[in-house]
């Protein structure tokens, strides 16, 4: 009794803990018994000639930046009501490390139920098909924006179709599910439209945790300068401006941020500050 009520006060309390963690998984609890699992795909860093002002007007002048920002690739296991959510997927790996990784938490593809894309980079969809272009996650749903499968379907869009495209189409072929911004998956599972990176771009939001992919590639710059836009942002002038909301609504709301460039385990607050923003990363309490 005396457990059960120590677990339900620190559930209640929203109270988190490690537990499976390796180099390249760390694992979350949350409140009501979420789970999220970060797995890193590969550590990274993204050089500053990538960014640049988009407003023009920034206190921060292109010379003065870091040579390079730390950044990874991340995708994200969330179990919640008792199914089993995939939150992109990595890039192509031949060798099948995002499966390698799955089975270290002992998952396996076919128990994966959702997959949830933020948008239809190859750094997000790449893991989803194997080396000879078949579905890694048979049983899984396949869930993004209808924005971004209309941006990147050659069916309706009539541009050809990248390699990895195609094959993620065919190999998935009757799981694919499009949304609207809003719409919810199940409930308290909600797509938000989050675009400028891509045509569809959105983030996922469950009680208060976000996954929200693209919206901010290094954050050791553009949280605190959210006017720099990564050259992989296709309309910088929206991109820039989902930033901005996205982290004034962030800062506000107090809720646990999962990037998919975010440094491995690419999870942290958004605070608000005198001048701007600065990201906190998330550090479980004990
Ligand atoms: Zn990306």
Same mark, same amino acid.
């Given at each position: 009794?005396?457990?059960?009520?120590?677990v339900? %006060?620190?559930?209640c309390?929203?109270a988190?803990?490690?537990?499976?963690?390796?180099? $390249?998984?760390? #694992?979350f @609890?949350?409140?009501?018994?979420?789970? +999220?699992?970060?797995?890193?795909?590969?550590?990274t860093?993204?050089k &500053?000639?990538?960014?640049?002002?988009?407003?023009?007007?920034?206190?921060?002048?292109k010379d003065?930046l *870091?040579?390079?920002? /730390?950044?990874?690739v991340?995708?994200?296991?969330?179990?919640?009501?008792?199914?089993?959510?995939?939150?992109d997927?990595?890039?192509?790996d031949p060798?099948?490390?995002?499966v390698?990784?799955? %089975?270290?938490i002992?998952?396996? =593809?076919t128990?994966v $139920?959702?997959?949830?894309?933020?948008?239809?980079? =190859?750094?997000h969809v790449?893991?989803?098909v194997? *080396?000879?272009?078949?579905?890694?996650?048979?049983?899984? *749903?396949v869930?993004?924006?209808? #924005?971004e499968?209309?941006?990147?379907?050659p069916i309706i %869009?009539k541009?050809?179709?990248?390699?990895?495209?195609?094959q993620?189409? $065919?190999?998935?072929?009757?799981?694919? !599910?499009?949304?609207n911004f809003g719409?919810?998956?199940v =409930?308290?599972?909600?797509?938000?439209?989050?675009?400028?990176h891509? /045509?569809?771009?959105?983030y996922?939001?469950?009680g208060?945790?976000?996954?929200?992919g $693209?919206? +901010?590639h290094?954050?050791?710059l !553009?949280?605190?300068? /959210? #006017?720099?836009?990564? &050259?992989?942002?296709?309309?910088?002038k !929206?991109?820039?401006? @989902?930033r901005?909301?996205?982290?004034e @609504?962030?800062?506000?709301?107090?809720?646990?941020?999962?990037? %998919?460039?975010? =440094?491995f /385990?690419?999870a942290?607050?958004i605070?608000? #500050?005198?001048?701007?923003?600065?990201?906190?990363?998330y !550090?479980?309490?004990?």
């Amino acid at each position: 009794m005396k457990l059960f009520t120590a677990v339900a %006060a620190m559930l209640c309390a929203g109270a988190a803990a490690f537990a499976a963690d390796s180099a $390249d998984v760390k #694992e979350f @609890t949350f409140a009501n018994d979420v789970k +999220v699992y970060a797995i890193r795909d590969k550590a990274t860093t993204m050089k &500053s000639s990538l960014f640049s002002d988009y407003t023009k007007t920034s206190s921060l002048k292109k010379d003065k930046l *870091k040579p390079e920002y /730390p950044a990874s690739v991340n995708c994200f296991v969330m179990r919640y009501n008792f199914k089993t959510y995939l939150i992109d997927a990595g890039n192509f790996d031949p060798k099948g490390s995002l499966v390698t990784k799955l %089975a270290s938490i002992s998952i396996r =593809p076919t128990a994966v $139920d959702y997959i949830l894309l933020t948008h239809l980079h =190859p750094d997000h969809v790449g893991g989803l098909v194997d *080396k000879n272009g078949k579905a890694v996650f048979p049983n899984a *749903k396949v869930y993004m924006s209808y #924005e971004e499968w209309k941006h990147w379907n050659p069916i309706i %869009a009539k541009q050809k179709p990248t390699e990895l495209l195609r094959q993620f189409r $065919d190999a998935y072929n009757g799981r694919i !599910q499009t949304l609207n911004f809003g719409e919810p998956i199940v =409930p308290g599972l909600y797509a938000v439209k989050a675009v400028g990176h891509t /045509p569809g771009h959105c983030y996922y939001r469950q009680g208060k945790l976000r996954f929200v992919g $693209d919206v +901010v590639h290094a954050v050791d710059l !553009q949280i605190e300068h /959210p #006017e720099y836009c990564a &050259s992989f942002d296709a309309d910088q002038k !929206q991109a820039y401006q @989902t930033r901005v909301s996205f982290l004034e @609504t962030m800062s506000k709301e107090g809720n646990i941020v999962f990037g %998919a460039h975010i =440094p491995f /385990p690419g999870a942290g607050y958004i605070m608000k #500050e005198e001048k701007g923003y600065k990201f906190d990363p998330y !550090q479980p309490k004990k």
